[in-house]
């Protein structure tokens, strides 16, 4: 019996930016987001309303996870915003707070929408043009042999305070994050090179100093019995089965078998498997791997001829492991197995990581599969260093492909709000006349966007202290809360400029007179201390303007409240 | 529809709950542990609980902070079993230091820069203050002689290893021993400032360990003695091999009963007891099973035909059931191959224990050490029973009936003949409650031998590293004031608070060691480090507060490390929160809990 309910009817919210619920929500999202930004952001404790595990991050990508609203509007920048993370991992929180600056800022202006919208497409396209320009100065070319790749690290890691890393730490989990990412890098391959892969290995309770990077791959020990066998000389062959070997009818799918009840399946399927078992052996098979489990009978056997087993290896490890051995996973048992799906290994090693005992395959070849093992004190810490390897990671690759990056520290910010704003202002009637507006509203849109820009800087500051441009080169400094004068304030965020008394400053809250931001005068000895990702920047300051962009131009909010 | 609801920290409410939680340390720390009840106000059931950690894990944990003291005392715990209430009480303490700071306006980032600096401080104190153990071995066997008295190798070593402060040291110490005074307790207490040649012997340095658990350590000592007569052959392993060590509690009898048995003791029940006596006294085969024993169980990941129907052409009544048929086939098998003992790790099969019993054969269910008995008699462990076959089976393991309680419960003894270290720590007592804290009790002190000897270094005990922490900490807080007033003006005020804090638990521990008061131990210890700087030195080996014949007390160096730079991460953590995420929150309801906001 089926029963009718009526259907409700839908709701609809008109001007959904200029309701006071949403304008309140987005703001507290701002100040959730804005308050994790960089190294001396605030951290927050995740966690669901039933007791669970509670996760410790000022990571976007964990955070963004996490978090969803009563608010489609506020939904729809949250779910832009992960999908920037999902492709570049780096800039999520600089993405998500300009969007939601940017939406304020523009909702503060007073300016019509539409106009709003016009000159922010307009900017946008001004800023990615100066941005790709060779005369841009706020952007360094990566030197793959000088220190930018582990200044580059070292900002990834230092922006993320939940890994409670020491300097020293930083330093050396940024080191092993280069060199993870180079032992990936083919070296000498012809035709279309692909980049290999890093597999994290994390150790609870270990000093981070511990860590290290192997090329091959470490895999867990079984645990039971492990046997340090004589090994025969080198290279030793692989078998790699992705077909689950425990002995059950996994393929049957959704049908039913009738089985007479004097046949014992079990055992005919593990007959199958140990027939399996005999040609692995007959193939001088030394190293036996699957994804999922063996059955014991199967291991038993195998291991009494001399073949060492590892089970329940997972997924993840599947992909390294067959481009590592060189080895086709086998996915059925009916067929029996061609000689060219073995893979090969040099070597094996068991390693010891506190309690950890790891199995470490040694390619044979030049491979680029390598292993990161990661320790730290405690769990909470650890997922989040492990969260910053992989970021840190993603963004070397971006590097590879762009070998450039941004000035840190909030200096990009400035320097391009600098320069959009003596730009923007210069071409302002033509602008004006193509957005079919007011002088005045053009530069109103103008002013907004880049106060937006640089209330990301001044995002940095958590501590009460002040934000200040100068006004030559546009950089960004940080006065703190209990310092008044400007005479000693050491160097610009990132590092390139130091002050001397001959500079001039302003707030960044305040207004100055626009100026063509100049290029640092350049000493060759002063390397920058801290660097973005151009790539993941850039596209981020497109999700930006855009997502905002469209939030600006929602006008009714339909929802189905069935 | 669920939604996401954020609750501000603006008052540090983790630091404060972090500061309260820590209160459970007070009375853990000292050799005079207390023990604590923990109630369940609804069902009324109760835990006797003798540890911090045991009061973690028996309290609920609500809250977000609460949840990550607990993983964090979990995660030490599991790796040394001892140290905890010295993490949780610094947890706290240092809390109280980042709240205070907080009020007077330091900003995060110098807090935790300043006391990331204080505790590079500590950790130096640590690396100097540390005495090897070098050379710490078992001495020749004497039965249960008492040690030697002495402090051998320890302070020997640190005269060598800089050798000329030592000296200075000696020269100090035998001027300042003038002045001692005062006995707090003998947990409480310097070292004796005789200097003697180095005597090793595992029970000497187990003794400044045992930290008030004298009778713990007492098996502990034992368990090494015997470890090392049973591997006399093997000089190459070590004076004391924890990963050997099991523990059997046994209900019943009184705590003096207590003992190390070579092998592995375990619990059975009447017929089993009286298969024990049957083959006691013979050399026994053994068959070894990962697992359940029983015809039901099945390897892990294995489900079975999944969508199979069973069919059958004639009534199955005539027939064996299938348990039935699985019992004989077991049954016939152990018969066959000889073996007289089945060791299974996990449970065994009613049905099957009877049958075997039947026929003499002892099952026993529950054996964590299969691995140890793997490498000494050969048997190759297996998860099916019908998996084994002769090269499985392994010989020479003996039975032996330890104790017959005449209760429902037997003790019963499996040891190998081969070179096994393998013992097993019996722990009783006739108040059922204390067995937990007891066998805590036995592991914390088997741990920080084990600890002690992979260190291979003790740091002075009874408070004195903290002692030196405080001297050194308020020497750097001094010279930071005079240093630079403007560059770091905080600086020198965390570290003066960190040191208060070292004040803190040092007098706590005296307090809890000598009955006396908290606020007489506060001046016995400003008493003593004002002397200090009127000498215009510190040294670990100079104690006014010693009592000659009573030896020294240790603490673990990574021990007492790893603590301490867990309790700081743990403050760092909630120091640099602000807020609070929670996900899932069913939005039903009407508007936001008092100080939750709604995303």
């Given at each position: 019996m089926s029963r009718l309910v009526q259907k409700s009817p839908s709701v609809c919210v008109d001007l959904?930016?200029?309701?006071s619920d949403v304008c309140h929500k987005l703001r507290l999202l701002g100040q959730l987001l804005s308050s994790c930004f960089g190294p001396t952001g605030r951290l927050k404790q995740v966690h669901n309303n039933i007791g669970g595990h509670v996760v410790t991050t000022s990571t976007s990508s964990v955070l963004l996870a996490a978090i969803s609203s009563s608010q489609p509007l506020l939904n729809l920048i949250i779910s832009s915003i992960r999908k920037h993370i999902s492709r570049f991992s780096d800039c999520g929180l600089f993405a998500a707070f300009l969007c939601v600056a940017l939406t304020e800022q523009a909702k503060q202006s007073g300016v019509r929408r539409n106009v709003v919208i016009g000159v922010n497409k307009h900017l946008l396209a001004l800023c990615t043009r100066y941005l790709h320009q060779?005369?841009?100065?706020?952007k360094v070319e990566l030197d793959?042999?000088?220190?930018n790749l582990i200044t580059l690290a070292r900002s990834v890691l230092s922006s993320?305070?939940?890994?409670?890393?020491?300097a020293k730490e930083t330093l050396h989990i940024s080191k092993l994050a280069v060199q993870a990412f180079l032992l990936t890098v083919p070296c000498n391959s012809t035709g279309t090179a692909t980049l290999g892969k890093t597999v994290t290995v994390s150790v609870q309770?270990?000093?981070?100093?511990?860590s290290a990077v192997f090329p091959g791959l470490l895999v867990d020990m079984p645990?039971?019995?492990d046997q340090e066998g004589n090994?025969?000389?080198?290279?030793l062959c692989v078998g790699l089965f992705s077909?689950?070997?425990?002995?059950?009818?996994?393929?049957?799918?959704?049908g039913i078998i009738e089985v007479h009840s004097g046949v014992d399946t079990h055992s005919q399927i593990l007959d199958q498997l140990l027939e399996v078992g005999k040609q692995v052996v007959d193939d001088g098979v030394k190293l036996f791997v699957c994804q999922k489990v063996i059955h014991p009978v199967l291991q038993q056997y195998l291991r009494s001829h001399g073949v060492v087993v590892v089970e329940r290896?997972?997924?993840?490890?599947m992909q390294p492991l067959a481009q590592l051995t060189g080895a086709q996973p086998v996915a059925t048992l009916h067929t029996s197995i061609p000689a060219t799906a073995y893979g090969k290994v040099k070597h094996l090693i068991s390693r010891q990581f506190g309690s950890r005992t790891l199995l470490h395959l040694l390619p044979a070849?030049?491979?680029?599969i390598c292993t990161m093992v990661l320790c730290h004190r405690s769990e909470t810490m650890l997922s989040e260093l492990k969260v910053a390897c992989q970021t840190t990671e993603h963004v070397l690759r971006l590097a590879l492909r762009e070998p450039l990056a941004l000035l840190g520290g909030g200096c990009t910010e400035t320097h391009l709000a600098a320069y959009i704003r003596h730009q923007g202002m210069h071409d302002i009637s033509e602008t004006a006349s193509a957005l079919e507006c007011s002088h005045t509203e053009c530069q109103r849109g103008v002013e907004a966007f880049c106060r937006s820009l640089e209330s990301v800087a001044a995002?940095?500051?958590?501590?009460?202290g002040n934000s200040l441009i100068d006004l030559t080169c546009a950089h960004h400094w940080t006065l703190p809360?209990?310092?008044?004068?400007?005479?000693?304030?050491?160097?610009?965020g990132c590092g390139m400029m130091e002050s001397s008394p001959s500079k001039k400053w302003s707030h960044l809250n305040s207004k100055y007179l626009d100026f063509c931001p100049a290029p640092v005068?350049?000493?060759?000895?002063v390397q920058p201390r801290v660097l973005d990702s151009f790539t993941a920047k850039v596209n981020a300051l497109h999700v930006a303007v855009e997502t905002a962009n469209i939030a600006l131009d929602v006008r009714y909010i339909i929802q189905d409240v069935n | 529809m669920l939604g996401s609801t954020i609750r501000n920290q603006q008052q540090h409410v983790g630091l404060q709950k972090l500061s309260a939680l820590a209160g459970i340390a007070h009375s853990s720390l000292g050799p005079n542990k207390k023990f604590k009840f923990v109630q369940d106000e609804e069902s009324e059931e109760s835990a006797l609980v003798g540890s911090c950690v045991r009061v973690l894990d028996s309290l609920?944990?609500?809250?977000a902070v609460g949840q990550l003291v607990h993983e964090t005392v979990q995660a030490h715990q599991r790796v040394y079993h001892t140290g905890s209430g010295c993490l949780l009480f610094l947890a706290g303490a240092w809390s109280r230091v980042a709240l205070e700071c907080l009020r007077n306006g330091v900003p995060v980032p110098h807090i935790v820069s300043a006391m990331t600096e204080g505790m590079d401080v500590c950790l130096a104190v640590c690396r100097k203050c540390s005495v090897s153990t070098g050379g710490v071995g078992v001495g020749?066997?004497?039965?249960?002689?008492p040690a030697p008295p002495g402090v051998g190798p320890v302070e020997a070593s640190q005269a060598t290893s800089n050798g000329q402060a030592a000296t200075k040291v000696t020269h100090k110490t035998l001027n300042t021993s003038?002045?001692?005074?005062?006995?707090?307790?003998?947990?409480?207490c310097g070292g004796p400032t005789v200097r003697q040649a180095p005597r090793p012997d595992i029970a000497h340095v187990a003794e400044g360990l045992s930290h008030g658990c004298v009778r713990a350590m007492d098996l502990v000592v034992e368990a090494s003695r015997l470890q090392s007569r049973m591997s006399q052959?093997?000089?190459?392993?070590?004076?004391?091999?924890?990963?050997k060590v099991v523990t059997c509690v046994l209900p019943g009898?009184?705590?003096?009963h207590a003992h190390v048995s070579p092998g592995c003791v375990v619990l059975l029940h009447a017929e089993q007891a009286f298969v024990a006596r049957h083959l006691k006294e013979r050399h026994l085969n053994v068959a070894l099973i990962h697992g359940?024993?029983?015809?039901?169980y099945r390897h892990l990941g294995f489900n079975g035909l999944m969508g199979g129907q069973h069919v059958c052409?004639?009534?199955?009544?005539s027939r064996l059931s299938k348990e039935e048929e699985w019992l004989v086939k077991v049954e016939s098998l152990l018969l066959d191959l000889e073996v007289n003992l089945v060791l299974v790790s996990g449970l065994v099969s009613d049905a099957l224990l009877q049958r075997c019993c039947r026929r003499h054969i002892l099952l026993v269910g529950k054996v964590t050490v299969l691995k140890e008995f793997s490498n000494t008699t050969g048997a190759v462990p297996v998860t099916?029973?019908?998996?084994?076959?002769k090269h499985c089976v392994g010989a020479g393991v003996k039975v032996a009936?330890?104790?017959?309680?005449?209760?429902?419960v037997t003790a019963v003894n499996i040891s190998t003949s081969?070179?096994?270290s393998l013992v097993t720590a019996v722990i009783t007592s006739?108040?059922?409650?204390?067995l937990q804290a007891l066998e805590d009790q036995f592991w914390a002190c088997a741990y920080r031998v084990h600890l002690a000897l992979q260190d291979r270094a003790l740091l002075p005990g009874a408070g004195e590293t903290e002692m030196s922490c405080v001297y050194h900490l308020r020497k750097r807080a001094e010279r930071q004031v005079e240093r630079d007033r403007q560059e770091t003006p905080y600086r020198a005020l965390v570290l003066q608070r960190m040191a208060d804090s070292f004040v803190d638990y040092i007098s706590a521990v005296m307090a809890n060691a000598g009955g006396i008061s908290r606020v007489t131990a506060w001046t016995l210890v400003s008493q003593r480090l004002r002397d200090c700087d009127t000498q215009g030195g510190f040294s670990s080996?100079?104690?006014?507060?010693?009592?000659?014949?009573v030896p020294r007390v240790y603490d673990n160096v990574s021990v007492k490390q790893e603590a301490w730079r867990k309790a700081l991460d743990l403050v760092f953590l909630l120091l640099q929160t602000d807020a609070e995420v929670i996900t899932?929150?069913?939005?039903?309801?009407d508007g936001a809990p008092a100080g939750l906001m709604l995303l």
């Open positions: 959904p930016l200029d309701n060779e005369d841009c100065w706020c793959f042999s000088s220190q993320k305070p939940g890994n409670m890393l020491t309770g270990h000093s981070v100093l511990d645990d039971v019995f090994q025969p000389s080198s290279p077909v689950s070997l425990t002995g059950e009818l996994s393929e049957v799918g959704d290896l997972g997924v993840n490890l070849e030049e491979s680029e995002a940095l500051q958590h501590d009460g809360a209990d310092e008044h004068s400007e005479d000693n304030l050491g160097r610009c005068s350049r000493d060759s000895t | 609920e944990q609500t809250c020749p066997s004497k039965g249960f002689a003038e002045h001692r005074k005062t006995k707090l307790s003998r947990h409480f052959q093997d000089r190459q392993c070590p004076a004391f091999d924890v990963t009898l009184p705590e003096e359940d024993l029983s015809s039901t052409d004639q009534p199955a009544l099916y029973a019908t998996q084994l076959s009936v330890l104790r017959d309680l005449r209760t429902s081969g070179s096994s006739l108040v059922h409650g204390k080996d100079l104690s006014p507060l010693v009592q000659e014949e899932r929150v069913d939005r039903s309801g």
